[in-house]
């Protein structure tokens, strides 16, 4: 089949900068004893990523890898988006345990077992529901703005450092959030805050402050106990406090110059007390925290740095900031003069630049706790921590840090990036920022209309594509360059409470949808006269040829079709139905509603049909998978790999569509990521963060099935447009499933397709956002096929693959030789039988692709060059005879 397209690079989309990110802590180990290693044949968890942007967004990525192997060439995706308030940002977070005490020192917190907590600036220190999405509860300072948080080890108590020079501490116990006291006031600000190593209850440390003196019982002498705090200060200086008392222990004092402050940005611990700093001048420093002298100092940077982050084993300690780079330090064993004398010093060993923009944040996995030696944790040999990075460029960066020394044994990088696996050689990867809430694409299309409507945090655009080009007769997949001849038809600001969520244009471009978290509004778009000017003289300005009209009765119309105890009419997805009579709203609290449209130059209305709350059931959860049984009446095939993917047993009352929960059951907080509708308009598929995949007949508006939980959750979902029923999901981890919807069941013939899928096409090192299947010719509209004869086109953020089902033969390309038939008769030749797939690579960053009618295909593009315009300029120091 023959492609051709358009192509857009500036859909008027930037992404918001990264402002901190975090991974959670590990459980403190038994204070009893020395915590063992994690067994060799063990394959490591790894843990949510937790991203603050400056526009208040909070992102929370997963691990797209398995339990069976290291290896994770998508490393983190998005999984779910907490929208910010408007406006507002995110300075700062701290994640601590939710319940320390029921986890074992070798689990690998979930989600659920986690609290987080930011601040943007202000006074107010927020608490996030991570389950629910939404802002839990919040609390003054008392103290001015919050410059710094910082959570104790034993996630007990949270320290946050105040405009005012003081340090209060929050207690967190038994999910308590309340202050409980204050620190001695200094004279400055504290930008940044770190806790010393905590020592145990009678082994001569102070009692802890939050417990009365007579719970300091014998049974209590083996706990965990808080010693002394670090802060870096905006008077060229660091202060320690002791923690019981409350008091400034000791001033350390860093280097002027020009008589101009210096400002201590970032400060961290290891487990022998020795103190870490990192200031505006460049400087990394090392403190004895005994004698609060300076052990060592580094002109590391070129300007600011801005954080830091110490090694899992606390052997090493990178440090970033302004300037791009990130450094690496070693502990290494240092001989002196005599032979029975040894030290240890730190060296800088290594130094990247894998930005080009300020570094604001630095995390690794595993994190690193700081302990007294005989608690020190220990991991394999043969474990690659991952070192984490984002700032003003808006990319995550993520990168192999395994020491030197740690060549002597075989290491498996889990980024499949290379072969070495040291920080120093290793090559990093970036992970493409994502346009839309939950990872998904934030540019919608109207074929019909030939609209494209872009989503931003406040407001959205919407463009009309230029008329339909020939097509050329070339067996591949071919762009033509950018189209000149894009018209801006219509921006809007809107007035909301949060970040825009979710947002959809129906496909004859007369509805349109847009939701926060608590509101959803629906337009519908009038097209003005004026839009024949807009052809008649092209080389004026564009003027909005539509104009909005808003449905004022939506939100009482939602209200009385949600229950009492939901207060929110915010959606987290939206769609319309391919004849643009039917809109579809997952409310952010997981129902499903099915809206009936009605248009006339006169009036427009609009009526509930049904509400669907299958995704709010509970169901049996094990390590994140949902376990099911059998339907009653249904049959499905699924792959013996995956035995334990049934669907799930469902009694009569709980298949219909309008019966509720019942009252004694409460509901599942989850939410609902992605809607896709058949092109026939039958057939509905949703899916959630629960990896739940229900499947909803439109026609008789009733719930029709329920899919397997798969191991990762669905990035992509569309159904063929000459096979209806036939339902095409692509995962995080770039895997495929095929569905026949009607017939419930998974093709016996896609078992070769989505079981034997090519390295080249799983490695990519960027997850699918979408899939687009090519739309049937005018003459073969009426034929319904089998699916087999199906073109998809299956795209990242980086790549486009093209896939012909019907000459489905495997992705390996294969080479076949044969002689010429004249001439040389030794002469061979090879040739590739790759007609069933095709990947292009060459585009950067995609947004959106997707078919618009027969041989015709629309890409939008928005390359990081393109978004960086926007940005101040980069840090930049020449030096005279430097290449």
Known sequence: ???????????????????????????????????????????????????????????????????????????????????????????????????????????????????????????????????????????????????????????????????????????????????????????????????????????GGHASIHRDEVDSSDEDEDEWQDSWIVAGCSDSSLRKWDVSSGRILERMKTDKTRGERTLVWAVGVVGDGTILSGDSLGMVKFWDSRTCTQLQSFEAHGADVLCLVVGPDGTSVYTSGIDQKVTQFSLLESSGNSTLSSSTKWVRTASKRMHSHDVRGLSIWPPYTPLPSPHRRSFPIDFVPLLVSGGLDMSIVVTPAALPRSTTARLTNPLATSVTATFEDAYHRKIAYSSGAHGTVGLHLAKRARLVLSTGDTGLT??????????????????????????????????????????????????????????????????????????????????????????????????E???????????????????????????????????????????????????????????????????????????????????????????????????????????????????????????????????????????????????????????????????PSLLVLGFANNTLELYDVEARQFPPWSRAL???????????????????????????????????????????????????????GGFEKKRRRYRNGGGDRGAVRERDDMHNFKLVTQYRQILLAEFLSPGELVVVERPLTDVLLNLPPAYYRPKYGAS
């Not at 969520?501 to 519908?524: Q, T």
């Open 754 to 808: 989505c079981g034997a899928l090519p390295k080249r096409f799983t490695h990519l090192h960027d997850a699918i956002l979408g899939v687009t299947l090519a739309p049937a010719a005018p003459e073969n509209v009426d034929n319904k096929g089998s699916g087999q004869d199906v073109l998809a086109l299956f795209w990242g953020a980086t790549w486009l693959c093209k896939v012909q089902f019907a000459a489905w």
């Open 1 to 203: 089949m023959s492609v051709n397209g358009v192509r857009k690079r500036k859909p008027n989309f930037n992404p918001s900068s990264i402002t901190a990110l975090a991974f959670p802590p590990l459980p403190l180990p038994s204070s009893k004893g020395k915590k063992k290693a994690i067994p060799g044949d063990r394959i490591p968890k790894f843990p949510p990523l937790i991203v603050g942007h400056a526009n208040g967004n909070i992102e929370i990525y997963e691990w797209t890898g398995s339990t069976e192997t290291v290896e994770a060439p998508q490393a983190w995706v998005v999984r779910k988006t907490l929208s910010g308030v408007n406006p507002s940002k995110v300075d700062s977070l701290a994640v601590t345990l939710k319940h320390p005490d029921d986890l074992h020192e070798d689990d690998v917190p979930s989600l659920s077992d986690l609290r987080l907590f930011t601040s943007g600036g202000g006074s107010e220190l927020i608490e996030w529901d991570l389950v629910q999405g939404t802002i839990r509860r919040s609390l003054p300072s008392q103290g001015g703005s919050i410059w710094s948080i910082a959570a104790n080890p034993t996630s007990t108590i949270l320290a946050l450092g105040c405009e005012d020079g003081s340090i209060h501490l929050l207690s967190l116990e038994f999910d308590t959030f309340q202050h409980l006291r204050r620190l001695d006031r200094s004279k400055s600000r504290i930008l940044a805050l770190a806790w010393g190593p905590p020592s145990l209850r009678g082994s």
């Open 462 to 559: 919407v463009w009309r594509l230029p008329e339909e080009p020939s097509v050329e007769e070339e067996p591949s997949l071919a762009l033509s360059g950018e189209s000149p001849s894009w018209q801006k038809v219509l921006e809007m600001s809107l007035r909301v409470q949060t970040n825009l969520v979710a947002s959809a244009i129906s496909d004859d471009g007369r509805w349109l949808a847009v939701s926060d978290a608590f509101e959803a509004k629906l337009f519908w778009l009038q097209v003005d006269n004026c839009i024949a000017m807009l052809f008649v003289s092209p080389e004026k300005s564009p003027v909005d040829d539509l104009k909005p009209k808003r449905v004022r009765d939506l939100q009482s119309l939602l209200r």
């Open 561 to 723: 079709h949600l229950p009492n105890t939901s207060s929110s009419c915010g959606a987290s997805a939206l769609t319309f139905s391919p004849d643009s009579s039917k809109l579809i709203i997952a409310t952010t609290t997981a129902f499903v509603l099915v809206l009936d449209l009605v248009s006339d130059p006169d009036s427009t209305s609009v009526r509930v049909l049904r509400r669907f709350d299958q995704h709010r059931h509970r169901k049996s959860m094990v390590e994140g998978r949902v376990l099911t049984g059998r339907q009653k009446d249904e049959v499905h095939e699924a792959d013996t790999s995956e035995s334990e993917l049934d669907v799930e047993e469902l009694d009569d009352e709980s298949r219909g569509f309008t019966d509720p929960q019942p009252t004694n059951a409460e509901p599942m907080p989850t939410t609902i990521t992605r809607m896709a509708i058949s092109p026939d308009g039958q057939w509905l598929a949703t899916t959630d963060d629960h990896l739940r995949t229900h499947i909803f007949n439109l026609d008789s508006v009733q719930h029709h099935s329920s899919l397997p939980s798969f191991p990762q959750p669905a990035h992509a979902l569309a159904f063929a447009p000459n096979s």
